[in-house]
């Protein structure tokens, strides 16, 4: 069996990995709270590693976004935020250090089929395009939740929150400093 040709492959990647050059120059605004930068480290090299998300929908405190892994525990960033569960964000323009947590598979389900009522068509693409079997006019929301809560073959949710202030690391004052 032939693979893709090079060519074809990083044409691709450069496709998937675009939305990271543009939060990069400070376009992440373009997006508004549809996509998030993910930054994570590697479990094995321990450098920082970059992913753009489609947002699912918000989290319970303010600043906290659920986001889906579309290949499952086989992806390569949720294997690395389960690993080390420290991250970065960044929705449109603003940025936040905090935690990632894969969520329950009840509640990962629950969430996935609510963003599947919300944005049926969006929800309908994600799953053409990660060849998922996700059939029906309107959406089936017992197909989204079973698909949601199926960590090991489906589309487990993460929650990303932010550090709460009092976990952060201290920040210089801005402006001037008295001399």
């Known amino acids: 069996m032939r693979t893709a040709d090079p060519a074809r492959r990083r044409l691709s990647r450069a496709l998937v990995r675009a939305p990271i050059l543009v939060y990069r120059c400070g376009f992440g605004w373009i997006f508004g709270r549809r996509l998030v930068l993910l930054t994570h480290v590697g479990r094995r090299t321990g450098r920082p590693r970059h992913v753009v998300l489609e947002v699912v929908g918000q989290g319970p405190v303010t600043g906290s ?13 949720f294997r690395n935020v389960v ?16 935690w990632a947590y894969p969520l329950p598979s009840a509640e990962s389900g629950r969430r996935l089929a609510d963003y599947a009522r919300r944005r049926p068509r969006t929800a309908a693409a994600l799953m053409r395009m990660l060849d998922r079997d996700v059939d029906g006019s309107p959406p089936d929301p017992e197909a989204y939740e079973r ?9 487990p949710l993460v929650l990303l929150a932010p550090t709460p202030p009092s976990e952060r690391e ?10």
């Open 65 to 77: 976004y659920v986001v889906a892994s579309g290949y499952g525990s086989r992806a390569q960033w």
């Open 147 to 155: 698909l949601g809560a199926d960590h090991e073959h489906g589309v």
């Open 170 to 179: 201290p920040r210089p004052p801005r402006g001037r400093t008295p001399s």
């Open 83 to 98: 690993a080390h569960p420290e991250v970065s964000y960044q929705v449109g323009a603003r940025r936040r250090d905090g």
